[in-house]
């Protein structure tokens, strides 16, 4: 017997767990189900209101319509307007609300209830309050000792309003009838919470499981997308966040010539180094069939960002499945500071990746993207170390009619390229830069989908560059010692097509 009862003991704390789990991980779906519950219980109490009255009619000669009867009507009213509030705005309305609406509701239909087995029926036995104090915890979903606290308070309001109204052995039989009714109320609470708990646990398992990609086992692409909108639909303007953008480089020969099966273990160590590098909050999924999406929120700092994005490569040119030849992945990273939307936060470290596509393999491209400081003016992007005099030209000439935008980087000029592209109308770029910048500016620019339309006029100091950037696609080629009058009918001609 005794160790029946530490099974039940054991027994009642890992049901108590699994309710206090149900709670933490559940609350948004329990504010919907008691914001439904709140409508229907309008619904069914406004339909009671006419057909119980006509059927009491009917069965007890001495039955009346009392002021109790009128409360409840006027408080249906002013909860219709609410639940047509609600309708629209539930994903809204937070917990605490949620609790309060509900609350008030409850507590004013119960004192209606109150006043009519008391103060109306003073000669009669109470049934209204001790049947929705029973009712009370099969709709509503709270925690236990709420349920407690406010059946109790209900129980003392009745008790006060017993005693003072009806006779003695009518307010004995009451107190009885109350008493049992809490008791019920109690037990069928706890009921009704084990097997909630337990559906709606399961319930969130099972999104897990089919959220979840079966190879790799970080998020499929529509639980991805769906957490990153759920994230921005929550976030404050202010809050910073990060995404990463992961390509495996040369992904397609890995499954032609080592079959597809090597190509699933590669997926599959990528998805486990990204769990494993990545905070236990960030959002982790494969958006393709070989592309990987990290989103990082509250992430702030660019040096953490880059150290993660080589931790990963490094850790991947570690893998081997016996042909000695390492495997790496392109990334493109971005911080955002400028709360801009996650279809444009996507786009932008997108844009990252493609500059790393065009470096070369094993790349990684980070970007910190500021607020956006310009929506109407147009722009005139400047790509230039500052050796000639190109940006004092452009200020010169068109200062008037655009902004100009400098860059002293290529990649500084094509982090402006991809947040501002919608408002640039010319890039001028000096080709001179070091260690093949302008030459991937060109290449990006020429081809990358949404970009090319942009006017490209390259400015050459040598022969060689000058060749070069034909080659490439530039719209336009000027050597540093262009007279000022051809360099500025250049731009306007650009600028016009």
């Not at 070369?360 to 929506?375: A, D, L, P, R």
Request: overall charge negative.
């Amino acid at each position: 017997m005794l160790k029946s009862f530490f099974r039940f003991t054991e027994k009642s704390k890992v049901e108590n767990q699994q309710i206090r789990t149900y709670f933490n991980e559940c609350m948004d779906p329990i504010n919907r189900s008691n914001l439904f519950m709140l409508r229907k219980v309008c619904m069914y109490t406004s339909l009671s209101l006419v057909f119980l009255p006509i059927l009491a009619s009917f069965i007890m000669e001495d039955y009346r319509i009392t002021f109790a009867h009128l409360m409840i009507v006027a408080l249906l009213c002013v909860y219709f307007f609410i639940n047509l509030y609600i309708r629209k705005h539930e994903w809204d309305i937070s917990t605490h609300v949620t609790g309060v609406t509900c609350g008030i509701f409850y507590f004013t239909l119960c004192f209606s209830f109150i006043l009519m087995d008391t103060v109306a029926f003073p000669n009669s036995q109470c049934i209204w309050t001790p049947m929705i104090i029973v009712v009370f915890p099969m709709v509503y979903i709270d925690r236990m000792y709420k349920y407690g606290i406010e059946e109790l308070i209900v129980i003392i309001a009745f008790i006060i309003l017993s005693y003072t109204q009806k006779s003695e052995i009518h307010f004995s039989r009451d107190m009885y009838t109350i008493l049992a009714a809490y008791v019920l109320s109690m037990l069928s609470a706890q009921i009704v919470l084990e097997m909630r708990s337990r559906e709606g646990l399961a319930m969130i398992e099972l999104k897990k499981i089919s959220s979840l990609d079966k190879l790799t086992h970080v998020l499929n692409k529509g639980a991805l997308l769906q957490k990153i909108d759920d994230f921005y639909f929550k976030k404050d303007a202010d809050v910073v966040c990060a995404m990463c953008v992961i390509d495996l480089d040369d992904f397609k020969q890995v499954n032609d010539n080592l079959g597809h099966s090597t190509g699933d273990l590669l997926l599959e160590r990528v998805g486990q180094l990204l769990i494993d590098g990545f905070r236990s909050y960030d959002i982790i999924g494969r958006y393709g069939g070989d592309e990987f999406v990290v989103f990082m929120p509250n992430m702030t700092d660019i040096t953490i960002l880059q150290m993660r994005c080589r931790t990963l490569q490094m850790f991947l040119t570690d893998f081997s499945v016996g042909n000695g030849k390492p495997f790496s992945v392109s990334i493109g990273a971005i911080i955002d500071e400028g709360n801009h939307s996650s279809e444009d936060v996507f786009r932008m470290a997108d844009d990252a990746l493609y500059k790393s596509k065009i470096r070369g393999k094993n790349c990684c491209t980070t970007w910190v993207i500021e607020k956006n400081k310009y929506s109407n003016k147009p722009l005139l992007l400047l790509i230039s170390n500052g050796k000639t005099d190109g940006a004092a030209e452009l200020y010169r000439n068109e200062n008037d009619r655009f902004e100009i935008l400098s860059a002293f980087t290529a990649d500084d000029g094509l982090r402006y390229i991809s947040q501002y592209h919608s408002l640039i109308r010319l890039i001028v770029l000096e080709t001179y830069l070091e260690n093949r910048e302008s030459e991937i500016v060109i290449n990006y620019v020429k081809t990358r989908e949404g970009f090319n339309r942009l006017p490209i006029l390259a400015v050459a100091d040598t022969e060689e560059n000058s060749y070069m950037a034909k080659d490439l696609g530039a719209d336009e080629v000027l050597m540093t010692d262009t007279p000022k009058e051809v360099y500025r009918d250049i731009i306007g001609n650009l600028i016009g097509m």
